[in-house]
């Protein structure tokens, strides 16, 4: 069965630095997606990044990146430039086959200015 | 526009009354399912279809009952709501993915609360 694990239940950052949330997974196949949401106060959930696990090369939107560690199993999202609007909830999450989600608990991220 | 509506968006009721929440896609998605948000547990599925008249079990099933007579409607049913089942809860929807990607869009959440 599919895991996630987010080991950090707060961040916080200040405006304009650079923050890593980490997450960790387990899964026994070799296809699979994993993802970041993004949970504001509004609880909309908006996706904020898509990996997909037989790409090597890491994604990146803007100004957010993930650090993709296939043979670690490692998902880490890298936040630059920080603002006060990227304060929010965020979850780790795995797809296999099918479309069922499966979320870490999720990481508070603060932004101070 | 493209959306997963959910009603209603704030619910308090007490133990042992029957309710609906619905959810409604207008994108002709095949499948559709139900998270429940708990802190420190993130969101765990319930329910699941991947089609008219198909629906399944997710991981946390118990207490929920769920039906698919239309492809656009996907009704959450609490037949005996407990407190435990106080929450937030989230309807998705997407194409049906096999092997492929398929982005899932999520309705705005149902904050349930049982008394």
């Known amino acids: 069965a599919q895991t996630v694990t987010q080991s950090q239940p707060e961040m916080s950052v200040q405006e304009a630095e650079t923050v890593t949330l980490s997450c960790t997974y387990d899964?026994?196949?070799?296809?699979?997606?994993l993802f970041w949401y993004k949970q504001p106060p509004s609880r909309q959930m908006i996706l904020v990044i898509r990996q997909e696990a037989y790409k090597q090369q890491n994604a990146t939107e803007n100004r957010f990146s993930v650090n993709f560690q296939k043979a670690a199993k490692s998902f880490s999202l890298k936040i630059s430039d920080s603002q006060l609007g990227d304060a929010a909830m965020y979850f780790c999450a795995s797809m296999e086959y099918g479309n069922k989600l499966v979320f870490g608990a999720g990481t508070i991220l603060r932004v101070k200015s | 526009e493209a959306q997963v509506t959910q009603n209603p968006r704030y619910l308090i009721t007490v133990t042992g009354k029957k309710l609906t929440v619905t959810c409604s896609q207008n994108?002709?998605?095949?499948?559709m399912s139900w998270y429940r948000q708990d802190p420190g547990l993130g969101l765990r599925q319930i329910y699941y279809s991947m089609n008219v008249e198909v629906t399944d079990k997710g991981d946390v099933p118990e207490g929920y009952k769920v039906s698919r007579k239309e492809k656009r409607n996907f009704p959450l049913i609490l037949e005996s709501p407990s407190p435990n089942q106080t929450s937030l809860y989230f309807c998705?929807?997407?194409?049906?993915?096999?092997?492929?990607?398929?982005?899932?869009?999520f309705g705005p959440g149902t904050r349930l609360t049982v008394l």
């Open positions: 899964t026994s196949e070799s296809d699979y997606y």
């Open positions: 998705a929807s997407s194409s049906n993915g096999g092997l492929t990607y398929n982005e899932q869009f």
């Open positions: 994108m002709n998605h095949e499948y």
